[in-house]
C-alpha cells in the first residue's frame, strides 16, 4: 500500500471516530465536540499529506463547525488558516479573501488582534503577486485591525505594503494619502530615519502626478527628516521641473540611493514623466539638425553645378 493510501485510510477511520464523538444517545445527550474536532483536523491533515485537498478542506470545514459549537474561537480561525494553504494547492487564491476576512473575524472575537492583522499578513502575501488588489485590501484591513490595539509600529509596517501596492496599481493620489498616514505613524514613533525616505517616495509620486507644486510643498514639510544626500537630490529635482531642465531632472531621478529605494518606486522615478523643456529642446534641435542638412545638401549641390 502507497503512502499516500495508508494516509487516505487513516483519515477515513478518523472522520468515523469524529462522526461517533458527535452521536447523542440515552447516556450521552451532548455531542463531544471537543473530541470530534480533534479528529477532523487529524483526518484533514491525512488527507492533506496525501494530496487529497478537497477532502482535507471539507474536514477543516467540519472541525470549525464544531469549534464553534464550543466556542473555541482561537482553534476555529487556526483552521480557516489551514484552509488558506489549501487554497493555494488547488491553486484558487480567489477564495482566500473569504476565508482570510473569517479567520480574521473570529481571532478578533477571541480578542487576538495581533494574530488576526497576521493571518491577514500572510494572506496578503500569499496572493500579491497574481492578486495585487486582494492583497491591497488584506493590508488596509490589517492596519485598521492592529490599529485597535494602539501598535502603532505594527501599522506603519503594514501600512508601507499599501503604499507600495498603490503605486504599482498606478494609484497614485491613493498612493500620496497613504504615504502620507505611514509619515504620520513614523512621527508618533519618532523614526525620523524613516521618514526621510518616505518623503522622497512621496515627491516621487507627486511628480508622477504632474503636481511639482504639491511635491515642493511636502519636501518643505518634511525636508529636515531627511539626510543630506535626499535633501540635496530633492532640492535639484525640484529645480529642474521648477526650471523645465529635463536632463537634469533625469539625472536626480537615476541618483544611486534612488534606484537602490523599494523596487516600486524605483520603477516610477524610471517612468516619471520628465519636464517638457527637453521635449521642446529636442525637437527644436531636431529641426536646426534637419536644417543643417538641407543647407549641407544645397551647399554639396552648388559644388556640384
Known amino acids: 500500500?502507497?503512502?499516500?493510501?495508508k494516509k487516505i485510510a487513516e483519515a477515513e477511520q478518523l472522520v468515523q471516530a469524529a462522526e461517533k464523538s458527535l452521536k447523542t444517545s440515552l447516556l450521552k445527550w451532548v455531542p463531544d465536540y471537543d473530541s470530534a474536532a480533534d479528529e477532523y483536523a487529524k483526518a484533514a491533515t491525512a488527507y492533506r499529506i496525501a494530496k487529497s485537498f478537497d477532502k482535507s478542506k471539507e474536514c477543516l470545514l467540519k472541525a470549525i463547525e464544531c469549534y464553534k459549537n464550543n466556542k473555541?474561537?482561537?482553534?476555529?480561525?487556526?483552521?480557516?488558516?489551514?484552509?488558506?494553504?489549501?487554497?493555494?494547492?488547488?491553486?484558487?487564491?480567489?477564495?482566500?479573501?473569504?476565508?482570510?476576512?473569517?479567520?480574521?473575524?473570529?481571532?478578533?472575537?477571541?480578542?487576538?488582534?495581533?494574530?488576526?492583522?497576521?493571518?491577514?499578513?500572510?494572506?496578503?502575501?500569499?496572493?500579491?503577486q497574481k492578486y495585487p488588489e486582494m492583497a491591497l485590501r488584506f493590508y488596509q484591513h490589517a492596519v485598521e485591525v492592529i490599529m485597535i490595539e494602539d501598535s502603532t509600529r505594527q501599522a506603519s509596517e503594514y501600512s508601507s505594503k499599501v503604499s507600495r501596492i498603490l503605486v504599482k496599481l498606478q494609484r497614485y493620489e491613493e498612493a500620496t494619502k497613504a504615504l502620507k498616514k505611514e509619515i504620520g505613524f513614523y512621527q508618533q514613533t519618532e523614526s525620523y530615519g524613516q521618514i526621510g525616505r518616505l518623503v522622497v517616495a512621496l515627491v516621487l509620486v507627486q511628480l508622477a502626478l504632474g503636481d511639482s507644486v504639491e511635491a515642493e510643498k511636502s519636501f518643505k514639510e518634511w525636508g529636515t527628516c531627511c539626510e543630506a544626500e535626499e535633501v540635496s537630490t530633492l532640492q535639484t529635482l525640484l529645480q529642474a521641473f521648477d526650471e523645465e531642465d529635463g536632463e537634469l531632472a533625469a539625472k536626480m531621478l537615476a541618483s544611486p540611493f534612488i534606484r537602490?529605494?523599494?523596487?516600486?518606486?524605483?520603477?516610477?522615478?524610471?517612468?516619471?514623466?520628465?519636464?517638457?523643456?527637453?521635449?521642446?529642446?529636442k525637437k527644436s534641435g531636431g529641426a536646426n539638425e534637419a536644417n543643417s542638412t538641407r543647407e549641407l545638401e544645397e551647399e554639396d549641390g552648388d559644388g556640384l553645378c
Open 72 to 128: 473555541s474561537w482561537f482553534h476555529a480561525a487556526k483552521s480557516y488558516e489551514q484552509i488558506i494553504l489549501i487554497c493555494k494547492d488547488l491553486d484558487k487564491l480567489t477564495d482566500v479573501e473569504e476565508y482570510a476576512n473569517k479567520a480574521c473575524s473570529l481571532y478578533q472575537q477571541h480578542g487576538s488582534p495581533e494574530a488576526a492583522a497576521s493571518a491577514l499578513d500572510k494572506a496578503a502575501k500569499l496572493t500579491e
Open 1 to 5: 500500500m502507497s503512502v499516500a493510501a
Open 260 to 281: 537602490h529605494m523599494d523596487v516600486e518606486y524605483a520603477i516610477l522615478a524610471k517612468n516619471i514623466p520628465l519636464p517638457k523643456g527637453l521635449e521642446v529642446e
